[in-house]
């Protein structure tokens, strides 16, 4: 899984909605494995 820095995905925002989108969703998803780990 790749991370992007905040700063980056501040500047692409304006530049590709749809990724943002969908990069939104994938942070959830890594929030939720986040937690997993965190309660093993």
């Known amino acids: 899984m790749r ?3 905040s700063p ?3 500047k692409q ?3 590709s909605q749809k990724h943002f989108r969908s990069d939104l969703s ?3 998803e ?3 494995i986040a937690k ?5």
């Open 3 to 5: 991370q992007k820095k």
């Open 30 to 32: 890594n929030n939720e």
């Open 36 to 40: 997993c780990v965190k309660n093993v």
């Open 26 to 28: 994938n942070h959830r």
């Open 8 to 10: 980056l995905k501040l």
């Open 13 to 15: 925002h304006s530049r």
